[in-house]
């Protein structure tokens, strides 16, 4: 076995570690993330390169903990950003620069996993194991960005820490807006909560809660 794929094993299988199982989001993931480090140049993400690198994650699913594994990157560290898009992509970033490329799985590759691992078995095992082996271009789209990284944004200590004037709650890192001049954190100012108080505490008919 070569040294390149020693590496990729030892990736998935602390991969599988972490997130719990190995399966086809897992497999995608550490491919991504090793494509990503490979077009930016950055060959020691979680050593010296410990802070030349942020990644936008689009979706909050398997390949996300894979990118996490094999990057070092995570949202306490402030060097991942999970958005809410739904999407199988992410977009590596060097650190200082805003130099950055977007990978994205492609749609087609779930159909040509067949060609590469053909057999009875249920489909998400035939693409695991074909994610393993098809080549980058029959797995990935991918394509040269820049991103602005505002420096609220960026790794450190927060730059900013105001309270919200009608809740009381502290907001960090300017993510606070401003009605009549008067900061509130996005929920009170929006008045969309993603929970729902409930003074009495959970009622029976919510027992699972």
Avoid: N
Wanted: proline share 7%; net charge positive.
């Amino acid at each position: 076995m070569s040294g390149s794929a020693t590496k990729f094993e030892r990736l998935l299988a602390e991969a599988a570690t972490f997130h719990g199982h190995l399966c086809a989001g897992q497999v995608l993931g550490v491919r991504m993330a090793l494509l990503g480090l490979k077009e930016l140049g950055i060959r020691d993400p979680r050593g010296e390169d410990r802070k030349r690198l942020i990644v936008f994650v689009e979706i909050d699913r398997c390949a996300t903990d894979a990118i996490m594994t094999v990057t070092g990157c995570t949202p306490g560290k402030r060097s991942m950003k999970i958005l809410p898009y739904g999407k199988m992509a992410a977009t590596f970033v060097k650190a200082g620069t805003g130099k950055g490329v977007r990978i994205v799985s492609r749609e087609d590759s779930r159909k040509k996993a067949m060609r590469y691992a053909p057999g009875p078995e249920d489909l998400s095992k035939v693409q695991t194991e074909a994610y393993k082996i098809m080549p980058d271009g029959e797995l990935f789209d991918m394509q040269e960005v820049w991103v602005q990284i505002q420096p609220e944004d960026l790794p450190g200590k927060p730059l900013r820490r105001v309270a919200c004037s009608y809740c009381g709650e502290p907001v960090m890192d300017m993510k606070e807006v401003y009605l009549s001049d008067k900061p509130l954190c996005w929920p009170c100012a929006s008045g969309s909560f993603y929970y729902e108080p409930l003074p009495g505490g959970c009622p029976a008919e919510k027992a699972a809660c």
